[in-house]
């Protein structure tokens, strides 16, 4: 069965840095393109990062410069690089693919603060 596994996250100060990763398995990960969500408190969820089979990557205004999707196929998992992170950062991040359904990681808690 398909799973997605995210790891990586926790406490970090303003202006810190954290790398997320998603072991993905029970599907062809290479051709898929993989997706970074994440929801804050009391907000809805929003896509952050999106990276097609063949590398190509897309991300929303507030992270662009600050944050990097990347991939490994020879892994099976896909990253998530923050950098200059913010406590508007601060939110539980989630691993997505779509195959005829979505699917969705247990999540991974990123908490901004001093």
């Known amino acids: 069965q398909v799973q997605l596994v995210e790891s990586g996250g926790g406490l970090v100060q303003p202006g810190g840095s954290l790398r997320l990763s998603c072991a993905a398995s029970?599907?062809?990960?290479?051709?898929?393109?993989m997706a970074w969500y994440r929801q804050g408190p009391g907000k809805q969820r929003e896509a952050v990062a999106i990276i097609s089979s063949g590398g190509t990557t897309n991300y929303a205004d507030s992270v662009k410069g600050r944050f990097a999707i990347s991939r490994d196929n020879a892994k099976n998992t896909v990253y998530l690089q923050m950098n200059s992170l913010t406590p508007e950062d601060t939110a539980v991040y989630y691993c997505?693919?779509?195959?005829?359904?979505?699917?969705w990681g247990q999540g991974t808690q990123v908490t901004v603060s001093s």
């Open positions: 029970g599907f062809i990960f290479r051709i898929k393109g």
């Open positions: 997505y693919v779509k195959l005829g359904r979505d699917y």
